[in-house]
């Protein structure tokens, strides 16, 4: 089986956080990654979150994270019934599980050593506050002896450790198409970020890895390759260097990391805008080209070429799309981007 392969994708003409461009066709043109000094990135202030972050100080180890349930109320875990009575006399939901967040960090951090060895390829991890456990995902049609191996060793890990059976591997979405070419393939575009008075076209560093020139699917000049990070990140950025092609960022103003459970869109130049929630965070993804750690997990469809599409919450930018199970958009779907403030942060860049 062809697991975690790379496809090729496609993105739309105009350069704006919510439309896609396409890319050139597949090639294997070697990424440089240009890197400079983090930067600050301005964060919005989420109302959801400071709260949490109080919590999280004032519960110390009994603290075992939070999200938004599907009414939309704030729900922190705790692992004791005194610390629930301090949650719910703050106004918020408490729910006492077992595992705190240090012993389930813990575990993904074993988990994570692993990364790369064999067995891993098409599997993915994370903390799931939700279910309060690690969850190592495992495609149904994956039962070779590597990965065998690598379930039962992942078992071993500890009792918070739990195994689940998912339709197939993650993917970087890559495929033929228009709008962003450079050779062949086409991708799509996260947001427009500027630094030092020039604007960059930030997408995925799969796809700028794979050419350094790029068009819009009507000829026009959009720029050079800047940066790539592939594998270990999935972030590019391209420098705009055709004054008379327009950009922008659409709604989107600020960038931020929305609680667990909170409603997401996505953008991209393949299936447009699909909707969902995000899973979780940090999560540990094991592609046929490498391993991605600390992406963020949605339930939002992605195919190829919405690779480097916008993940988005109202008017705030949180990530860019990396990959996720290809096949119709079913149920159960697995979706997983790049924390767009750590693109942005690595190239000294702010939202246009």
Not at 125 to 145: E, H, Y
Request: charged share 15%; hydrophobic share 35%; aromatic share 4%.
């Amino acid at each position: 089986m062809n697991r975690g392969s790379s496809l090729k994708r496609v993105a739309p003409p105009l350069l704006s956080a919510a439309a896609l461009m396409a890319l050139s066709a597949y090639g294997t043109v070697p990424a440089t990654a240009e890197t400079q000094p983090a930067g600050p990135v301005q964060h919005a202030q989420l109302p959801q979150n400071a709260p949490t972050d109080q919590f999280a100080g004032r519960l110390g180890s009994q603290y075992a994270g939070s999200y938004v349930d599907g009414a939309g109320k704030l729900v922190v875990n705790v692992t004791s019934a005194s610390a629930a009575q301090q949650v719910k006399a703050a106004g918020a939901k408490a729910r006492v599980v077992e595992n705190g967040m240090k012993p389930l960090n813990d575990s993904k951090s074993k988990l994570d050593r692993l990364a790369g060895t064999a067995g891993t390829t098409g599997l993915s991890w994370g903390v799931d506050v939700v279910s309060n456990s690690v969850v190592v995902n495992v495609p149904k049609g994956d039962k070779d002896a590597a990965t065998n191996a690598f379930v039962k060793r992942a078992r071993s890990v500890g009792k918070n450790v739990v195994v689940k059976r998912v339709a197939s591997a993650p993917r970087t979405v890559l495929g033929p198409g228009d709008a962003i070419l450079t050779g062949g393939s086409r991708c799509s575009v996260s947001a427009i970020g500027v630094g030092g008075g020039t604007t960059y076209v930030v997408t995925a560093g799969h796809c700028t890895r794979i050419g350094a020139s790029w068009t819009t699917s009507g000829g026009q000049t959009v720029g050079t390759r800047q940066a790539t990070s592939f594998p270990g990140n999935d972030y590019g950025t391209i420098r705009v260097t055709n004054s008379s092609l327009p950009t922008s960022n659409a709604q989107l103003t600020q960038v931020g990391r929305p609680p667990v459970g909170t409603q997401i869109q996505k953008k991209g130049s393949t299936t447009g805008t699909t909707s969902g929630t995000i899973r979780g965070y940090g999560r540990t993804v094991n592609y046929q080209e490498g391993t991605v750690t600390d992406m963020i997990e949605t339930t939002a469809c992605v195919q190829p070429g919405d690779s480097g599409g916008s993940l988005q919450s109202g008017s705030t930018a949180i990530g860019i799309t990396s990959g996720g199970t290809t096949g119709s958009c079913r149920s159960g779907f697995q979706s997983f981007f790049q924390p767009l403030d750590e693109a942005l942060q690595s190239q000294r860049l702010t939202l246009k």
